[in-house]
């Protein structure tokens, strides 16, 4: 009787060897295998962080527009859409394109033009903030130029 609880006493703690031992191994074979998909270290893609059924909104492209100071600065800003600015916008892109190319130095070219730019506004023609900037560039306010040196008058109006 002594033999049977003998051995049932070491039974056990040898039955939790043996487990130990082939869960032992088996982590062994884990580390050291070759194939990708045991491999412990490999990162797991849990697929993609958006679901392509999901759309997110579109926000406007926001820009930021420099006005331009100068004749030149005008016309690069008209002659990507002369439309853009009312219809009359094409025929400011050819008064400006003159003045450039053919200076006036009696500035009856300006003061024609000027005029136009005027009148285009006031029917509605071309946009009113881009005809005060024109003219505002042109050296003319709307009540006359900024200065005697237009070619129209002496400043004694």
Known sequence: KRRVAA????????????????????IALLLSSSDPELDPNRLVSAGPLVS??????TLPATTTTT???????LIS??????DAYGERGGDVLDGLL???DHPD???KKVERLAEDIEEWVADGELDATFGALALNILGVS???PSDE???RGNGDD
């Open 142 to 144: 709307p009540e006359g």
């Open 7 to 26: 051995r049932s006493r070491w039974g056990v703690p040898v039955a939790l060897l043996g487990v130990a031992a082939l869960v032992g191994a088996g």
């Open 52 to 57: 392509s059924e999901v759309s997110l909104p």
């Open 105 to 107: 130095p009696n500035g």
């Open 67 to 73: 006005l331009p100071t100068t004749l030149d600065g």
């Open 149 to 151: 040196n237009h070619g």
């Open 77 to 82: 800003l008209l002659v990507l859409s002369p």
């Open 98 to 100: 003159e003045l450039r």
